[in-house]
Structures are given as C-alpha cells and as structure tokens.
C-alpha cells in the first residue's frame, strides 16, 4: 500500500454504478489508473490534488472499460458512504503505508 496524489477524476460514464476513473500519481512507482465509486460525497473538483492510500499490489482489472491498476482505500459508513482513507500531513507521493 501507498499514498499518491490525484492528478485527475472524472466520471465514468460506462459504469454501472456512479464512479469516477481517478489518476494518481505514486512518485517513483508511477501514475496509476482507478475505478472508484465516490460519488456520494466528492466531486471530481473536490479529489483533484488530494491524497489517498491505495493497495498497489492487486492485480490490473478492467472496470467498466478502463484498466484499473489500484484499489483507493475508504471506509465504507452505513449513512454516509465511502470515506476516503488519507494521510493527516502531506507525505511525498509514494510513500509506504504501514
């Protein structure tokens, strides 16, 4: 697992369920694509610049015509949704979660 910065979201309209393919850019280990459903509680505009924590290890799937290369952590709440999973403090993209 790693944390990465979002350079890019925007809506997948191919997907069944609303989600955004997000690019994230992971320092050295490079710039990954992802599928995620946030749409309940972020705007494209809201991810753009954010960090998240991101399993780096899974295996490529396509998703809803996109290769996703990434799984975006969140906690997933009853009433609220999917919550990102971020850093407090800025940390160099790439970084390792323990």
């Known amino acids: 697992m ?11 309209s191919a997907a069944r369920k ?9 320092g050295e280990k490079g710039m990954k694509t992802s599928s995620a459903q946030l749409t309940e ?7 753009v610049g954010r960090q998240v924590a991101a399993v780096m290890n ?3 799937l396509r ?4 290769r996703s290369e990434v799984l975006v952590l969140g906690a997933v709440d009853a009433e609220r949704g999917v919550v990102l999973l971020r ?12």
Do not use: K, Q
Not at 19 to 24: D, F
């Open 18 to 26: 609303p989600a955004y393919v997000l690019t994230i850019d992971f």
């Open 87 to 98: 850093p407090d403090v800025e940390v160099s993209d790439g970084t390792s979660v323990a």
């Open 58 to 60: 899974f295996p490529p």
């Open 2 to 12: 790693a944390v990465g910065t979002i350079v890019t979201a925007a809506a997948n």
């Open 41 to 47: 509680n972020y705007a494209p505009d809201d991810l």
């Open 63 to 66: 998703v809803a015509g996109i």
